[in-house]
């Protein structure tokens, strides 16, 4: 009879500890990417479709606490003609953001890719003119949004794309590097609250280019110019060695800079960094892939957990971070699977892999 309790005891026993881990796991499931973070987890939106696409804000909901704008902030859509400002997406995003308790980040006020053709024309023909109105026009977008946007990303993509030199853009042609310098005082002005980053890509896999943007930062911290953040793109190729990138963020938090993983995706075939690109090294991708590529998910996260002290984590955001959005693939003519969710809004085990380097 004892035998009989003690074995229904232990089978009691086992049967609520069972019943706890089953409890545990469907809670884990229920759990997005914030929920295992001790920094911001973010995505890049677009707003109109975000709002049309109620799988995609529950995607948002779920996972993130701060949003970036891929397109709406952008120098082409906030003037896309002279003497008119066009605020309807901005302010549907802050709105968003506000409503969802979202940190919501500008980007990005200065990009020669994002400059509209009249101001590149009109510019040309007068340096003086562009420098008013870089003034102006940072001046009234940060300050339209002062203390509803948290961060800006001021300047994008002033360096080449390969190397350690300035990019020979309108503004560095008419302006100087100062240009630059001029940007975040301006910023500041109109926002004195509001983190300030450099925006650039390829700098995990750059030496010279990252040593470049490091000695510009020094210069810019050596006269007093409000630059608080540094911000690393990372689209990830998965054949860059993990090493590297970990001695790159190592060597962008010795700057004391909160620092951003700004727009990361993960891809499997390759690219020269031109539109139209791409290499297509694969035709389809497998499970092993996608194996491989939740490894290296994983890995960014623990690289950026362990090589940006706590003070300077200001949060990783993904790109387009779905395999139905990507901008990958039509801006390289590619056909990749670079994000962490699928073709039809489901976790990849990119997913889950970034979600253990988060939780580890």
């Known amino acids: 009879m004892q035998k009989t309790a003690a074995a229904y005891s232990t089978l009691m026993i086992l049967s609520l500890i069972f019943f706890i881990g089953c409890v545990s796991e469907k809670s884990e499931e229920k759990k997005g990417l914030k929920d295992f973070s001790s920094f911001p987890i973010g995505g890049a939106v677009e707003i109109r479709q975000v709002l049309q696409d109620t799988a995609l804000e529950a995607i948002i909901l779920e996972n993130f606490t701060s949003i970036t704008a891929t397109s709406d902030m952008k120098m082409y859509a906030i003037a896309p003609e002279e003497g008119n400002y066009k605020w309807d997406r901005a302010d549907s995003l802050v709105a968003f953001s506000q409503r969802n308790d979202l940190r919501l980040f500008g980007h990005t006020l200065v990009w020669h890719s994002g400059t509209p053709r009249w101001v590149f024309q009109k510019g040309t023909e007068d340096s003086l003119w562009l420098d ?203 056909k990749d699977w670079p994000t962490i969710y699928d073709e039809k809004l489901e976790p990849k085990p990119a997913y889950f892999g970034f979600r253990k380097g988060l939780s580890e």
């Open 132 to 334: 008013d109105f870089l003034k102006t026009y940072i001046q009234d977008y940060v300050g339209r949004y002062k203390g509803k946007v948290a961060a800006w990303d001021v300047v994008n993509e002033g360096f080449d794309t390969q190397g350690g030199e300035y990019r020979k853009t309108l503004w560095y042609n008419k302006l100087g590097k100062e240009y630059i310098a001029n940007a975040f005082r301006y910023a500041h002005e109109a926002d004195p609250e509001a983190d300030l980053f450099y925006n650039d890509f390829n700098l995990e896999r750059d030496t010279a280019k990252l040593n470049g943007v490091l000695k510009m930062i020094e210069e810019l911290k050596a006269d007093d110019v409000p630059i608080t953040g540094l911000g690393v793109q990372m689209h990830l190729r998965m054949d860059i060695p993990d090493s590297l990138i970990r001695e790159s963020v190592r060597k962008m938090a010795a700057t004391g800079l909160k620092i951003h993983f700004s727009e990361l995706d993960i891809i499997f075939n390759t690219h020269d960094d031109t539109r139209g690109g791409g290499e297509q090294l694969y035709s389809s991708v497998t499970p092993k892939m996608l194996e491989q590529q939740a490894q290296k998910y994983e890995m960014v996260a623990k690289i950026y957990k362990e090589e940006v002290p706590v003070s300077q984590q200001f949060g990783i955001t993904f790109w387009d971070f779905t395999d139905r959005d990507t901008w990958i693939n039509p801006f390289f003519d590619l």
